[in-house]
């Protein structure tokens, strides 16, 4: 089992930045994909980033190609969403997930462990 922990999330202006991190335990990082989801009141969950075990392969859905960007430290076991340029599109409950399919996935039925999510809320 694995646990997934956000933090970072909080109250911008347009045009500012935020940095989430996702903190896991109870397997080792390394052998599971990750990604990082939002979802906006009345709306479905939406993959915004994915990044398979080893870094070496990156999705990004259209409207944030540019403007974020996701990483992950495995010695730290930690993945993180750099998000600039921020726009009050992006407001939204922002939730880390990881895959045990090693490679990298972008289907939401394909992610296995979730976090509790992090609000993030851009101010136009």
């Known amino acids: 089992q694995v646990q997934l922990v956000e933090s970072g999330g909080g109250l911008v202006q347009a045009g500012g930045s935020l940095r989430l991190s996702c903190a896991a335990s109870?397997?080792?990082?390394?052998?599971?994909?990750m990604a990082w989801f939002r979802q906006a009141p009345g709306k479905e969950r939406d993959i915004v980033a994915a990044?398979?075990?080893?870094?070496?392969?990156?999705y990004y859905t259209d409207s944030v190609k540019g403007r974020f960007t996701i990483s992950r430290d495995n010695a730290k076991a930690t993945v993180y969403l750099q998000m600039n340029s921020l726009k009050a599109e992006d407001t939204a409950v922002y939730y880390c997930?990881?895959?045990?399919?090693?490679?990298?996935?972008?289907?939401?039925?394909?992610?296995?462990?979730w976090g509790q999510g992090t609000q993030v809320t851009v101010s136009s």
């Open positions: 997930a990881g895959s045990e399919s090693r490679i990298g996935v972008v289907e939401r039925e394909r992610y296995d462990y």
């Open positions: 990044i398979n075990w080893s870094g070496t392969w990156i």
């Open positions: 109870g397997r080792p990082f390394n052998t599971y994909a």
